[in-house]
């Protein structure tokens, strides 16, 4: 069933720092955190405030990605300089695997069933709780359905749970939101033959780029272009210090 296509959704998204295109390109994927691991990525590749949360909430086998536009994460990342991007990866291709919804933010949410506690409360809009999981989630088609119409109506961030990794198609896109950030986005697909769009949209806020870190993106991808074994040096904004 089509589950999103029904809800007139047509685009779905991930968002990363832009010196992680290169693998995500790469690999034609995103991948989960467990893939992530296998890959040889440690957690340094990973969000350093959210990692952990996801898995020890019973989230860590999924790729998240969201159906909103113009993510909070996203518009704090670009408010503080920091370059970022949208993939943009069209609902069909969503539809076509198996995927759960959750309408609650997995990884900052404070409410939870654990050490005794009811969490929130299941039901056709909320969804349910399932093996390991500390949030509901839905999981059904009649779930998804009813979440989908519920909080699409009041404008409420809904998580994509693709479960393990995605694939992503030719009809990928990216979305940048400097004419810079798209050159980088540019040289990075062309290097690698990947067929993905790039596209420039005006930013969800202010995004004041920051010239040192887009010096430190531009040298975290000449080594990865350098070195096809290489797994990053832990570049994560919120981690990178002022000199």
């Not at 995103?30 to 989230?59: C, E, N, Q, W, Y």
Request: hydrophobic share 35%; aromatic share 8%; proline share 6%.
């Amino acid at each position: 069933m089509p589950v999103l296509a029904d809800c007139q959704i047509d685009a779905v998204y991930h968002y990363a720092p832009l010196h992680y295109l290169i693998f995500i390109a790469r690999s034609q994927s995103i991948l989960s955190k467990p893939s992530l691991h296998k890959a040889g990525f440690t957690t340094s590749h990973l969000r350093s405030m959210s990692h952990g949360l996801d898995v020890a909430r019973g989230f860590g086998s999924y790729s998240h990605l969201t159906i909103d536009a113009q993510p909070r994460i996203l518009r704090a990342k670009l408010a503080a300089g920091f370059p970022h991007i949208a993939i943009c990866i069209p609902a069909s291709d969503i539809d076509a695997v198996s995927f759960s919804l959750c309408r609650f933010n997995v990884a900052m949410t404070r409410q939870l069933r654990r050490e005794g506690k009811d969490g929130f409360p299941e039901s056709e809009t909320n969804g349910r709780y399932y093996a390991g999981h500390q949030i509901p989630i839905a999981r059904t088609d009649a779930d998804k359905s009813k979440m989908l119409q519920k909080h699409l109506q009041e404008n409420t961030m809904i998580e994509v749970l693709v479960h393990g990794d995605f694939n992503l198609s030719n009809e990928t896109s990216i979305i940048c939101f400097t004419e810079e950030d798209a050159r980088i986005a540019g040289q990075i697909l062309g290097s690698l033959d990947r067929k993905w769009k790039v596209k420039v949209e005006k930013p969800p806020g202010p995004y004041p780029r920051d010239g040192a870190h887009a010096a430190a993106v531009t040298a975290f991808i000449q080594q990865a272009e350098g070195d096809p074994n290489w797994r990053g040096n832990g570049l994560e904004f919120d981690r990178l210090k002022p000199k």
